[in-house]
């Protein structure tokens, strides 16, 4: 069964969102080269966390673009 993600922004800039990510990614990297990857319940986890991360980076940088463009040329309507 699937959970919803919910994702909070404001307190995360996508910069920091990245930071994490690649940090995660990195030791995903690390967890290979020992052998950790074998471990299902921490192969697991880290793949969840990355989804997670992964998500709140998307939704960290669309904000940080339409805030951006509303700020360029104004707020839209509809």
Known sequence: MEQAII???SAI??????????????????ARREGL?????????LEAELEYRRGLYVAAAVSEIATLRAELCG????
């Open 7 to 9: 994702f909070s922004t």
């Open 13 to 30: 800039s996508a910069l920091a969102a990245r930071d994490d990510l690649a940090r995660l990614e990195a030791e995903r990297v690390a």
């Open 37 to 45: 990857l074998d471990v299902r319940a921490y192969t697991a986890d």
């Open 75 to 78: 707020a839209q309507d509809g």
